[in-house]
């Protein structure tokens, strides 16, 4: 079946580790994204990527990095310099080029420093 | 910077009340509107709308988008406890480059029989 696979649906973290969420899409789409919710609110827009090797900063991208060495995989590394990681993170993806098209979102991963 | 703000921030009502959830926005290349349901886990796609005074109807849900006046509003009718949930709007710009999808804080419904 075609889709978002995020994993690990659940991580716990230490304080001061880095750690990586991974995102893998089968629907060929090109562009992908990252956003961080926390409890009660709605998204925010960390990376997004529209096409392989190239990814520009969203709204909250302090304390993250990504990367897109393949089209179909866009994984989130949290590193300890993001000093309130705690919080549920969606992947998305869309169609890129094509005005409008919707975007599909994986099933989320949470996040907990312990 | 793109904005998109949304309201009420929550909402509560009995069932079948009829909402109206607002979602406005500025953002430069504005492309398209959305308008999604989050229960659990991922949001769900409702709607996208792309032209002013067009509505948009499944069900009960119905949304339209006013872009002179640069907001949306997004319409429950007979509301049901099913309908309890975070609704998000999102703004999608870009011109020939980055496509970026904004969204915004979120509206909380709760229905109560």
């Known amino acids: 079946d075609g889709g978002i696979t995020q994993s690990p649906k659940y991580l716990f973290r230490k304080e001061g580790q880095n750690v990586t969420l991974s995102c893998e899409q089968n629907?060929?789409?090109?562009?992908m994204y990252w956003y961080r919710q926390d409890p009660g609110q709605g998204l925010r827009l960390i990376y997004y990527s529209q096409i392989v090797n190239d990814f520009q900063k969203g709204d909250i991208a302090e304390g993250y990095s990504v990367s897109r060495e393949k089209k179909e995989s866009f994984p989130l590394t949290v590193t300890s310099a993001q000093k309130n990681p705690t919080a549920f993170y969606l992947c998305a993806s869309r169609m890129g080029q094509i005005a409008g098209n919707t975007i599909y979102f994986g099933e989320g991963s949470w996040l907990t420093v312990v | 910077e793109d904005k998109v703000v949304q309201s009420p921030l929550s909402l509560v009502v009995h069932e079948g009340d009829t909402v109206t959830l607002n979602c406005s926005y500025e953002v430069t290349n504005f492309r398209s509107l959305l308008w999604y349901k989050q229960e659990k886990k991922a949001p769900t796609f409702l709607f996208m709308l792309t032209s002013s005074g067009i509505e948009k109807k499944s069900g009960r849900l119905s949304s339209i988008l006013d872009k002179k006046e640069l907001f949306s509003i997004l319409n429950i009718t007979a509301t049901q406890t099913g309908d309890s949930a975070i609704y998000l709007c999102a703004v999608e710009r870009g011109s020939g480059g980055y496509q970026k999808v904004t969204f915004g804080t979120g509206t909380k419904l709760q229905v109560i029989p």
């Open positions: 629907l060929n789409h090109d562009a």
